[in-house]
């Protein structure tokens, strides 16, 4: 089963990278969306293959849906990253 990623987790994954990056959160809107990527499901099947491909799929999305006021393609990543040795 592929975890899920709370809003609220990633709060505290992009307050720490604000602070490192001097940059703000633009949209909690897109953070919140992004934070649902990684645990999607369709009729309770994980739309994502295990961790890895979720973790892929939530960088993606925060990269598109811009979430701060910059470096979101290096928040992205940074995401990514963490939610796969979070969950490995």
């Known amino acids: 089963m592929t975890p899920a990623l709370t809003p609220e987790q990633l709060l505290l994954i992009a307050d720490e990278f604000c602070a ?7 949209d909690f809107g897109a953070l919140v969306a ?29 990269t598109r849906l811009e979430p701060m006021s910059d470096h979101n393609r290096e928040f992205g990543e940074a995401c990514g990253r ?7």
């Not at 490192?20 to 633009?26: P, S």
């Not at 999607?40 to 961790?51: K, L, M, Y």
């Not at 963490?82 to 490995?88: A, C, G, R, T």
């Open 82 to 88: 963490l939610y796969q040795i979070l969950h490995s």
């Open 34 to 62: 992004a934070a649902a990527v990684p645990g999607a499901r369709i009729a309770g099947i994980p739309v994502h293959e295990g961790v890895a491909a979720s973790g892929r799929a939530l960088a993606e999305a925060v």
């Open 20 to 26: 490192t990056h001097r940059v703000q959160i633009r």
